[in-house]
């Protein structure tokens, strides 16, 4: 310790002097030596008062402990002492017990003799207790009712529980086998009369928390009371193994099917309103909006209301939201598996599901429900027949209204008057209007379930409309046939089959705005590409059926026409203009009533009119039985055929719109009249070549016959001729190619043989 003084002591000097000598370092500096020494003098007393008071107040801490030490030694030894004296005395203790039994046994006895005073007094005042309890549920006071019934069950199962001591002490009769038991029957009743009155209360929750909230939640304290009153008699039941009488009564159980037991007498409420659905087409739809209501109505008051009359611990406003969900699901169900539900209603019903989800309902601006932990409120099995119905109720009403829509067409085309007309004089029926509306009408209703089941319908409308297809053009034949047999029937043949024609025109436009239009509303990916050929589909059918209608016009025209093709090429057409004349009078006359086409129809008509017209008269000069004597009557016969060329190629630039061109088409005539009408021989080959180059499907046949027909050649120079051009070996041309002419045009064995024999007859009488 001495040495640590003198190294602190040590420590101290070195410091100092390198104090110092930091303070000296400047002359000027031993001016301030005496100011210096006295702040230190007084830092040094300063430090030393403290460093004196500190040690006082170790030593009379010391002091302190030391005396505090003295006392408790003294009081150990007392302790001790005190101990040892109650030793003592405790060793003659087990000797009093038995001493004081007799004292045990009468204490015993005595409180025996209180408690069976005071369970005495607790049982004569049963009757009065139970009057009470009468007249206060009967008025109505039920928090007071129910306290006095609570005081009755006390003494009870107090009295009860001496009971069940009692037999266990002494092995007596059991509680319930005593008049004890049966006395407070009486209690059970009581609580019976209350638990009543309570689930009135509770059974019209919605009425009452708006008319007098306060009785609600009285009802719900006394449910709540209860169920406490249960958990402590299982407790007792588990500590002594005393089953409470009448317990556990599960009263927030019972409330909780009040509660719902009053859901579906809201629901029972609305059938009653249920309206026959012969009396009333909108059954259901009235049905599910007065659904609706009720169904916000009584959620907003529980959330607004409910909520803080029944505990936090009810979650009030979410059970009955699944109360409700179910009872819907319930309804819904059963209207899907009871009721024949038609399309229509249906589809209200898949609509109704749909929006119960939404603004009108479930998330209500006051409600704002998330129906996400509910679930559906139809099981997949049921929603699957639903849909099932409606597709297929749907599908059924769509193919029996353009049955019927057909059938009603079908009658127009027999009627006397004419067609009716549009603002651009083109003849049309109802049919189109009817027949898109009722698809556009079918594809709306759809759209308000969902967009999956709207594409189901449209592919419902695309079938029902090539169904639909086939049968209007069943129809459409069957019509052309019946009046093929009896032209003079019906008498408007030709202005029907113009309104039929421009009915298909119609049909195509409704369909591709239809499909642009679901395209905008679906999107390109949803609408998809099978859907994109299904509409492709529907639309070439109906130009199919246009085009081979107004195939008929030109059939109904060319049977007039007939007799006058017959007389072309024969000894007397030369002569007289009326062949051709008539032709084209009968075509003027037939073009009033193709004017009311639309022009798709009516361009290709007139483009097959003049081809049918240059083809029956290739035909006829083709296929007639006539050979000229000399150059003169060859002459003549082609002067006739250019001049009448120019007549056909004139009245189809008059009638036809610009885009026709006759006057390439019509060059076929005055062509083949250059074969006729040629003097040299020679050149002939050359010109057969020019026929066969500008028209691919010229064959041979037709070359032999137009050879044949000049007179001047025998059928071996003929073909010998025919050898010198390209004709020899040329592939057939398919009837049904664009460019085909003379394919359509067939030279039978026949007429080559007769031409030949009309040669050699000219030549024996030459």
């Known amino acids: 310790m001495s040495f640590e003084i003198q190294k602190w002591k040590a420590e101290a000097h070195e410091n100092a002097a390198k104090t110092v000598a930091n303070m000296l370092q400047h002359p000027d500096s031993l001016d301030k030596v005496e100011q210096w020494r006295r702040r230190y003098m007084r830092n040094k007393a300063s430090a030393e008062a403290r460093l004196k008071t500190a040690v006082q107040s170790q030593l009379d801490g010391v002091r302190t402990g030391l005396h505090q030490l003295h006392g408790a030694l003294q009081d150990i030894k007392e302790i001790k002492k005190s101990m040892n ?113 309570c689930w009135v209360v509770l059974g019209r929750v919605l009425s009452t928390v708006r008319s007098d909230p306060a009785q609600l939640v009285t009802a719900l304290r006394i449910v709540e009371r209860e169920t406490r009153a249960d958990k402590r008699a299982e407790e007792k039941k588990t500590n002594m193994g005393f089953s409470v009488p009448g317990r556990p009564k599960k009263w927030r159980d019972k409330a909780f099917n009040v509660l719902e037991e009053s859901v579906s007498n809201r629901f029972e409420s609305l059938d009653m309103e249920l309206q026959d659905r ?67 209603e249906c589809i209200s019903l898949l609509t109704w599901i749909k929006e119960y989800k939404g603004t009108d309902l479930m998330m209500h601006p006051e409600l704002q429900i998330d129906v996400g932990f509910l679930g559906p409120l139809l099981s997949s099995k049921v929603e699957q027949e639903l849909l099932d119905t409606y597709l297929t109720t749907t599908k059924n009403n769509m193919m029996e209204w353009m049955t019927k829509l057909a059938e009603t067409d079908l009658q127009d085309w027999n009627r006397d008057a004419p067609p009716e007309t549009d603002m651009d004089g083109f003849y049309n029926t109802s049919l189109p209007v009817f027949l898109f509306k009722m698809v556009d009408q079918n594809l709306q209703v759809a759209a308000k379930a969902g967009e999956e089941i709207k594409l189901q319908i449209l592919d419902i409308c695309l079938e029902s409309m090539q169904g639909f297809q086939r049968e209007y053009r069943g129809q459409i034949r069957a019509f052309k046939s019946k009046h093929f047999e009896d032209r003079l029937q019906p008498v408007r043949f030709v202005e029907y089959i ?254 080559l043989d007769k031409l030949e024999t009309l040669r050699e007859t000219m030549m024996k009488k030459k």
């Not at 298909?504 to 099978?530: I, N, P, S, Y």
């Open 498 to 751: 113009v309104a039929i024609v421009n009915n298909c025109k119609a049909c195509m436009d409704f369909t591709d705005q239809l499909k642009e239009r679901l395209v905008a509303e679906l999107g390109r990916a949803t609408f998809g590409e099978d859907k994109q050929r299904s509409f492709k589909s529907v639309v070439d059918c109906f130009a199919q059926i246009g085009e081979e209608s107004a195939g008929y016009l030109l059939d109904e025209a060319f049977l007039d026409l007939e007799p006058f093709f017959s007389q072309i090429m024969t000894p007397t057409w030369i002569p007289s203009p009326e062949a051709v004349d008539t032709i084209i009078v009968t075509i003027e006359d037939y073009y009033n009533d193709f004017l009311h086409l639309k022009d798709k129809f009516f361009d290709n008509l007139m483009e097959q009119a003049l081809k049918k017209v240059l083809l029956e008269y290739v035909r006829a000069m083709l296929n007639k039985r006539i050979a000229f004597k000399d150059y003169e009557g060859r002459r003549d016969a082609a002067k006739k055929i250019t001049e009448e060329s120019k007549k056909i190629e004139k009245l189809f630039k008059k009638l036809a719109k610009a885009n026709l061109q006759p006057e390439t088409q019509c060059s076929v005539l005055p062509t083949l009249a250059e074969v006729i009408k040629l003097r040299d021989t020679s050149m002939m080959a050359l010109e057969i070549s020019g026929i066969a180059n500008k028209y691919p499907d010229f064959k041979s046949d037709h070359a032999l016959a137009l050879l044949l027909m000049r007179g001047d050649l025998t059928r071996t120079e003929a073909r010998q001729l025919i050898m010198e051009t390209p004709l020899e070996g040329r592939q057939d041309t398919p009837a049904d190619d664009p460019a085909a002419f003379f394919t359509q045009i067939i030279v039978p064995p026949s007429v």
């Open 85 to 197: 004296e109650v030793d003592s005395m405790c060793k003659n203790v087990e000797y009093l017990a038995d001493e004081l039994q007799t004292v045990r046994d009468c204490q015993l006895n005595q409180s025996r003799i209180s408690k069976a005073c005071e369970h005495l007094n607790l049982i004569f005042n049963v009757p009065d207790s139970v009057k009470k309890t009468e007249a206060l549920i009967n008025e109505g006071k039920l928090l007071l009712a129910h306290k006095c019934l609570s005081d009755l069950e006390a003494t009870r199962d107090e009295l009860l529980l001496e009971v069940h001591k009692m037999a266990q002490e002494e092995e007596g009769p059991k509680p319930d086998k005593t008049p004890l038991y049966q006395y407070f029957d009486v209690v059970k009743k009581l609580s019976d009369s209350l638990g009543k009155q």
């Open 278 to 344: 012969m009396d009333d087409k909108m059954w259901l739809v009235k049905h599910l909006e007065r659904t609706r209501k009720l169904v916000l109505d009584d959620l907003i008051v529980v959330k607004n209301l409910c909520q803080v009359c029944f505990p936090p611990s009810y979650d009030i406003f979410d059970r009955y939201i699944k109360m409700y969900h179910k009872a819907l699901s319930v309804m819904l169900e059963r209207f899907v598996l009871e009721e024949r539900l038609d399309s229509n």
